[in-house]
Structures are given as C-alpha cells and as structure tokens.
C-alpha cells in the first residue's frame, strides 16, 4: 500500500478555539481520534462515507498524520491541535500517525477508519472525486 504522501502536523498548541468557526451547526456528524502520547483511541473509529472525523491531539507533542491509499501526492498540512477528515469510499482505511518534539525520540502509532455506507444518504455527484477530504482538501486516489 502506497501512502497518498499526505501529512498533517498537528501543533500541541491548545489553540483549538480557532477551529471552532469550521464546524457549524447543521454540519455533518462527527467522530473523535484522540491522539496521545503512546496511542491513538480508538484504534479502529466506525464512521460513515461523508461523516466527519476529528483528530484530535492531545500527545503534548508535534503529530504528523499520514493517510495511506494508491495516489504520489504529497501534501502537509500545519494545523494547531486537531484536524479533520471525511472519508468518501466505504472500507478500512489505515493512517500512521508520528509523533516528534518535546525531547523525546519520535514515535508511530498506527490506526484505522472503518467506513460505511450511509443508508440515508441522498444520492448525487460527489464532492471528492478521492477517497479523503482533509480539511476541506479534497487527496485524489
């Protein structure tokens, strides 16, 4: 499995206020990754094609996400304490996630996200042509 070459740094900062304006009322329904300091919880989280989920930091430490897939593209992103995903192809979905800072020798941490389709979902063109939208950008397969 090649990985899509994306890359999330997730900033320990406690700045998750800023994110706030990102999930609006009405919005999709959410699911958590807690990132810590020796795992992430839960290690496989259920969602639904279009639902979002949350990664949240709380390692104290810089974290790195790496979703893998099939596409050469590489893209980072820089976002301070969590970040978010929407999965659009229904099956498990594997990420890495790496943990760098604070003194420490860098650490991995391996997690999934099963996917399922939403039986309530109302057909129409798809937003992402991918198999992820990571903060609004769409990561082609």
């Not at 890359?7 to 919005?27: E, Y």
């Not at 943990?99 to 941490?109: D, H, K, P, T």
């Not at 939403?118 to 950008?137: R, S, Y």
């Amino acid at each position: 499995m090649r990985a899509f070459g994306f890359v999330v740094a997730l900033l320990s900062a406690g700045a998750l206020t800023l994110l706030g304006g990102l999930f609006l009322p009405g919005a999709a329904a959410e699911d958590r990754v807690l990132i810590e300091a020796g795992t992430v919880r839960p290690p496989l989280v259920e969602t639904v094609v279009g639902h979002r989920v949350t990664f949240v930091n709380r390692s104290g430490r810089v974290a790195h996400v790496e979703f893998f897939g099939t596409s050469s593209e590489h893209r980072v992103f820089q976002v301070p304490g969590e970040i978010w995903a929407e999965f659009h192809v229904p099956g498990r979905h594997y990420y890495a996630v790496h943990l760098s800072g604070g003194g420490a020798r860098m650490v991995e941490l391996r997690g999934a996200a099963q996917v399922r389709e939403d039986p309530a979902a109302q057909p129409g063109p798809p937003e992402c042509d991918g198999i992820v939208t990571v903060m609004g950008a769409c990561l082609e397969r």
